[in-house]
């Protein structure tokens, strides 16, 4: 999932019994055995909801202790206890209290005077639990949130009359529109079953699988080193669905080696971030904001990760041919045979293959998300046990268990904290004037507003984890989408496509710091590098807004012919991009394939635009195949394209 510490490698555990005296190890097994309880007896919303986001909180707490130089320790520690006392003491109130709350009636019941107390304390440690986890870039978003539901009456433009203390604790923790609202129900319903499978599945062996299985299938082609961080990252996605969790766990295998076979340091780490994050389009687990989607949206989850594929396997074949055209353009990141036969074989691992597909298997099925999610962990279990080499101890079990619990409370907690935003945003009608101005701004315009959007997207997600992104952008700019005729579906797309792009977009690139620590090298670089490098997949989300087609909407047959339609036209702007087709190509040139991949994209399936931008792209390409010496430049007098040499007179 999409956070910025998760990981998808199970931790060392203490050795023999000092597991057990891990107290963190036992809050994630009371958080286990209480998801795995309500999937099978479900609990009113405003039982579950608290109860798993305190444990997060708990958990949060435990692990990640407050490290401040400027303070001694021993006022660290006591800060530590402070808050998890403070969590403790919300806990049993909301429990003594839970009657009351289960059966008042909003806006008409008072809101007593203990709400408000312990409701500004379960704020501010909710607070701290963001800080802790994602940083201060969100928990100043969500402050600014805050101040401006209270003082919005002073502006002299978007304002209301503000919300009073009472009407604040009622919105936020007294019903199910703000904290305990949408986004805790995402993580309680979806996210923790898929934390729990991609742990015990990369604990059996399964990301090492997926890795093997990438330099097996890709390793001997030219730029081999590349491709098998696409190939592996892509494969890695389909369980993980998290930039920096594919980047941890891929990463310390592919940049190494990329950096073996020639690739830069920074072109490596770039590679692996830009392929990395691809995993919160990949379905079937996709990422947290897709969860999101389902829960916003009031759709089945299936329903998402179909409408998922074709933008995702664009996104990779559009990163495929970049890395292969620019592997053949300067030389490098071809693999050595003996690398790939080096690799453990393959085939007596296939087995490990089975859980994904149980997982896929249910989703066709009909089966809900988080129950393919349980039976496809449950069937990590037997699956290990069928060669001796990939049993599994106990210690690994209490590991998978410690895991489970730490992901998914370093997931649960800011996004139930975006709950607020959620809830100001909506009950002070600034969603609904902002997507007014923001049609306004766009000159009334479709394409006008979609680049504002962009541009909003990519900032929001420059400092935010990509739920946190989403979130503000469906509540902000969907809307807008869809009064300018844009379907619902295809709207929300539009703006996690960009929010999740946004993982590679300095300053603050996620994926890219991640991928850069491994490779040990320039963050701000790394960042840049990838950036550039997704531009190749930046124009997908303007295909399926010209066809939702793309997004699996409608008849089989005009699904298929706009997935080709999509094909073409990305690979028409993969080579214009890297300047190199068989040769390296000159300028003219490359601006006749980009701008022809534009118009196919942006153009409706059929359309004469469409039909005009890729027949005019292939047919070039065609020619340039059949003779090289075929260029635009020759057209322009002095220029000359690169790789083209001048043919020789000769005298007669």
Known sequence: MDNSHDEIIVSPMPAGWRALTDIRLWFGLVLVAF???????????????????????????????????????????????????????????????????????????????????????FVLLLIEGVRRTTGMILVWVILGFLAYGAFAYVLPVGGFRGFGLEEYVEILLLTTSGILGVTTETSVTFVFYFIAFGVVYAAIGGGKLFIDLAIRLVGRATGGSQKVAVVGSSLMGTISGSAVANVAAVGVFTIPLMRKSGVSGDRAAATEAIASTGGQLMPPVMGVAAFVMAELLGIPYAKIALAGVIPAVAYYVALYMLVDLNARKTGTGTLPAETVENVEPVLPRLHLLLPPLVLIGCMIMEYSAQTAAMYATIACFPVAFIRKADWIKPRQVLGMIRDTGRQAAEIAVPIGAIGIIIAIAIQSNLALNFSAGLISAGGQTLAGSLLLIIAGCIIMGMGLPTVAAYIIGAVLYAPALQKLGVPQLTAHFFVMYYCVLSMVTPPVALAAYAAAGIARTSPWNTGWIAFQMSFVAFLIPFAFVADPALLAQGPILNIIVASIGLFIPTALWAVGLTGYFRRDIGWPDRILLMVCGVVAIVAPTGAMPWWLGNGVGVAFLALNWRFPVVSLSTLIPGFRAPGVTEPKSVEG
């Open 35 to 121: 998801q795995y309880y309500i999937l099978i007896h479900p609990q009113p919303p405003l039982v579950q909801r608290p109860i798993h986001l305190l444990l997060a909180l708990l958990l949060v707490f435990l692990w990640k202790p407050l490290e401040l130089p400027r303070l001694p320790k021993w006022l660290c520690r006591a800060a530590d206890i402070a808050v998890i006392g403070g969590t403790i003491a919300f806990s049993v109130y909301y429990w003594l209290s839970l009657t009351r709350i289960e059966t008042r009636i909003e806006n008409v019941d008072p809101v007593l005077t203990q709400d408000v107390i312990f409701g500004i304390l």
